[in-house]
């Protein structure tokens, strides 16, 4: 059973730094793809960006490019979020989802782990 | 950015009713290797989103075959044949065809 499992979520003051991770189990980590998409309070869901299966190539949205930094840790199964100088706006539930291996959709979601950016 | 355009933003059902939701996006989803990246997503109530088509027309494991989806170019409707109790949720298209990816701001699936 392909399972997703983020964590690493909280309440974070503007300005600083705050990583997330996701552990990956049930199918073969290093295949896939992974992503990372955000649901704002207001239901809103942004695509934040995407690994490709070995490290090699990150792709983001602009609007967050230069503050947000994906990677992952194939070794442990393991797929990161580093969000620097994070802003009210940032606020969200965060998910760790796997793309489709030739659907390129989100075949797979974690269960979100929440932010919460505030002072 | 690609714009995604669902409704209508809520729908209210009785158990047993038909159902469609409309996706409309503001370019082509076809890629240069023709094939077109629309899916559809359910988030139950309180629950992460589930896949629930991918490609336009392609349901994903464990769907029941009451889930249908249609359409080309710009144009896509999911449809839902004898809506049960579980179907309840927001629904949501996404195009990966261009980045950046892009989402609806989902259609509200209600009991009547």
């Known amino acids: 059973e392909v399972q997703l499992v983020e964590s690493g979520g909280g309440l974070v003051q503007p300005g600083a730094s705050l990583k997330l991770s996701c552990v990956a189990s049930?199918?073969?980590?290093?295949?896939?793809?992974m992503s990372w998409v955000r649901q704002t309070p207001g239901k809103t869901m942004e695509w934040i960006g995407d690994?490709?299966?070995?490290?090699?190539?990150?792709n983001y949205a602009p609007s967050l490019k230069n503050r947000f930094t994906i990677s992952r840790d194939n070794a442990k199964s393991t797929l990161y979020l580093q969000m620097s100088n994070v802003r009210s706006e940032d606020t969200a539930t965060y998910y760790c989802?796997?793309?489709?291996?030739?659907?390129?959709?989100?075949?797979?979601w974690g269960q979100g782990v929440m932010v919460t950016v505030s002072s | 950015d690609v714009v995604m355009t669902q409704t209508p933003p809520s729908l209210s059902v009785a158990i047993g009713q038909s159902v469609s939701i409309s996706c409309k996006s503001s370019?082509?989803?076809?890629?240069?290797?023709?094939?077109?990246?629309l899916h559809w997503l359910l988030q139950s109530p309180g629950r992460s989103p589930k896949r629930l088509i991918y490609q336009v027309s392609n349901l994903g494991s464990g769907v029941p075959d009451r889930f249908s989806g249609t359409g080309s170019q710009k144009d896509f409707t999911l449809k839902i044949s004898r809506v049960e109790a579980e179907d309840l949720g927001v629904y949501y298209c996404a195009q990966t065809t261009h980045f950046p990816n892009t989402f609806g701001a989902g259609t509200k699936l209600e009991l009547k």
């Open positions: 049930g199918f073969t980590f290093s295949d896939y793809w």
């Open positions: 370019q082509s989803l076809v890629y240069s290797d023709g094939k077109t990246y």
């Open positions: 690994i490709k299966y070995d490290g090699s190539y990150t």
């Open positions: 989802t796997r793309r489709g291996y030739y659907s390129a959709d989100f075949d797979y």
